[in-house]
């Protein structure tokens, strides 16, 4: 593709497009990850939680063709962010003391951070390879532009879920409408969900909406039981 030509800034707003479309789940973790940090920790949190996340979607980027390739990469995926939702909603309980928050709390931050966004960096990857049609140069720029979005948009969901802590519900919400759906696009399950019948549209939408509500049901009752085990302490 010829830089600067008519298709090359066509593919550009197309992977402008799905930054921004794809990069909010993204912005989610990284709050709500780094929500229980102090707030000389949080921002801290947010930019190398960032760092973290471009390097790894970059090497992912790298070997995106060989990625397509792996068979079950998207139920995996899908499923280890079913329970990265549950944790970081179930640990909203947890009480720990302001040390161990400071020591533990920032290198568990950026721990699920990473994990949670090379999971659902998957999307992202093919998404932008998609677009680039083999332009190695509109994978860097959009690779570059993902930093800018993710960052802000982690910094203002964070404000949001200090001021109003019931939207930990939303994110992680989201975050297992995500993992739903990355197990539902599973080409080996594609018999399954993609048969084009009435009966694959309900266990498609089904199983979406009990990664939801399974997320949210079982994340909030292991944080109210927590929450009372350390107030009975």
């Given at each position: 593709?010829?830089?600067?030509?008519?298709?090359?800034?066509?593919?550009?707003?197309?992977?402008?497009?799905?930054?921004?479309?794809?990069?909010?789940?993204?912005?989610?973790?990284?709050?709500?990850?780094?929500?229980?940090?102090?707030?000389?920790?949080?921002?801290?949190?947010?930019?190398?939680?960032?760092?973290?996340?471009?390097?790894?979607?970059?090497?992912?980027?790298?070997?995106?063709?060989?990625?397509?390739?792996?068979?079950?990469?998207?139920?995996?995926?899908?499923?280890?962010?079913?329970?990265?939702?549950?944790?970081?909603?179930?640990?909203?309980?947890?009480?720990?003391?302001?040390?161990?928050?400071?020591?533990?709390?920032?290198?568990?931050?950026?721990?699920?951070?990473?994990?949670?966004?090379?999971?659902?960096?998957?999307?992202?990857?093919?998404g932008v390879a998609g677009?680039?049609?083999?332009?190695?140069?509109?994978?860097?720029?959009?690779?570059?532009?993902?930093?800018?979005?993710?960052?802000?948009?982690?910094?203002?969901v964070l404000k949001i879920?200090?001021?109003?802590?019931?939207?930990?519900?939303?994110?992680?919400?989201?975050?297992?409408?995500?993992?739903?759906?990355?197990?539902?696009?599973?080409?080996?399950?594609?018999?399954?969900?993609?048969?084009?019948?009435?009966?694959?549209?309900?266990?498609?939408?089904?199983?979406?909406?009990?990664?939801?509500?399974?997320?949210?049901?079982?994340?909030?009752?292991?944080?109210?039981?927590?929450?009372?085990?350390?107030?009975?302490?």
């Open positions: 593709m010829e830089l600067f030509s008519a298709p090359w800034w066509s593919a550009l707003l197309a992977i402008i497009i799905i930054d921004l479309v794809l990069a909010g789940d993204n912005a989610i973790v990284i709050a709500l990850a780094a929500r229980k940090l102090p707030p000389n920790l949080q921002k801290k949190a947010i930019i190398w939680g960032t760092v973290g996340a471009i390097a790894v979607r970059s090497a992912m980027t790298l070997v995106v063709v060989w990625l397509l390739k792996i068979p079950g990469l998207m139920l995996i995926g899908g499923l280890g962010l079913v329970w990265i939702a549950y944790k970081l909603l179930a640990d909203t309980g947890d009480e720990g003391g302001h040390d161990d928050v400071q020591v533990n709390g920032f290198w568990g931050a950026m721990k699920t951070i990473i994990i949670a966004d090379a999971l659902m960096g998957i999307d992202n990857v093919l677009a680039a049609q083999g332009s190695f140069d509109l994978v860097v720029i959009g690779l570059l532009i993902s930093i800018p979005i993710v960052v802000l948009g982690s910094t203002v879920v200090e001021r109003f802590p019931i939207v930990i519900n939303l994110g992680a919400a989201v975050l297992a409408f995500t993992a739903g759906k990355m197990i539902v696009n599973e080409q080996l399950l594609s018999d399954i969900f993609k048969a084009g019948n009435s009966t694959s549209t309900i266990l498609y939408w089904g199983v979406i909406i009990i990664a939801i509500v399974g997320v949210l049901l079982v994340g909030n009752a292991k944080a109210k039981k927590a929450k009372a085990a350390a107030e009975a302490h």
